[in-house]
């Protein structure tokens, strides 16, 4: 039980790596709307898996609603101002939390993490499906 955790975490961690990586290579080599927008969504795509980081035994439902629920908390509090004050004192900052708010993202994050529950809960089934016994198996 306590293995399948781990590799469970190890997996989501290599997932949100795997979208950093790409969201990366995306913002050095594209410009304008794709980089604004694939950015968004990758953002979302990567504290999609950072929920399975955290608590690996969350389900794709609970952990999309967290996922974009968190994003969501986070673009609303762009009209605060602080994360732009915190924004101009630390690039990690401006990473995680941006600097101003658009309502379009509030429409891209859960296009980066929608596509994920649909894709994570079918290989789910799928798994479920193939651990079924045969019939005249027990």
Known sequence: MLRTDWTRRLLALAAATAVLVIALLIRALADGPLEQHSGTALYASMIYAGVFVLRPRT???VAGAAAIAFCWLVELSQLTGVPAY?????????????????PLDMLWYPAGVLPLVAVHLLTRAR???G???RSGER
């Open 127 to 129: 798994l479920v499906v």
């Open 59 to 61: 389900t794709p439902l």
């Open 86 to 102: 915190l924004s101009e004192r630390c690039l990690l900052a401006r990473l995680a939390l941006g600097v101003a708010y658009d």
């Open 131 to 133: 651990q079924a016994p």
